[in-house]
């Protein structure tokens, strides 16, 4: 409803840095841009955004999301709210695509690491919506 989404949409002034956050999420990840570039070109707050949106080096999937990667995610609010973003973006595509297996990793990924480390009270009907994905069966 109206109330829930105003609840958890950042703040005006916080309006922008997570619009950017969203878009340029997998810079670091995709590019070759180095938080420094994007310090220097977008500034300190942006660049913090994208670079704890950034999985962490590693062969598999658990290397590269261990604790520690959602233990410094959940220092950042912002942050927090542009990968709940993409984790439901890409829930939701799983979905529509009937990728069950993709939806089954996110599923784990979600129960055993994103809310438990990166829950938090006001973005509540975001991690709702993630549950009312996992609980549809492909």
């Known amino acids: 409803d109206e109330k829930s989404s105003i609840q958890i949409?950042?703040?005006?002034?916080?309006?922008?840095?997570?619009?950017?956050?969203?878009?340029?999420?997998?810079l670091i990840e995709d590019t070759r841009?180095?938080?420094?570039?994007?310090?220097?070109?977008?500034?300190?707050?942006?660049?913090?955004?994208?670079y704890l949106c950034t999985?962490?080096?590693?062969r598999t999937r658990d290397d590269r999301k261990d604790d520690s990667f959602f233990t410094e995610l959940a220092t950042n609010e912002i942050a927090i709210y542009v990968k709940l973003c993409d984790i439901m973006a890409n829930a939701s595509y799983s979905l529509f695509t009937l990728d069950s297996k993709r939806l089954k990793k996110s599923?784990?990924?979600?129960?055993?690491k994103v809310k438990k480390y990166l829950f938090i009270e006001r973005y509540k009907?975001?991690?709702?919506?993630?549950?009312?994905?996992?609980?549809?069966k492909i």
């Open 33 to 50: 841009m180095s938080y420094n570039e994007i310090k220097e070109k977008f500034g300190k707050d942006l660049a913090e955004i994208i």
């Open 55 to 58: 999985e962490n080096r590693g």
């Open 107 to 112: 599923e784990e990924e979600y129960f055993t």
């Open 9 to 26: 949409f950042p703040t005006h002034h916080n309006f922008k840095l997570a619009l950017n956050g969203a878009m340029g999420h997998d």
């Open 125 to 136: 009907p975001m991690f709702d919506y993630l549950e009312q994905i996992y609980a549809t």
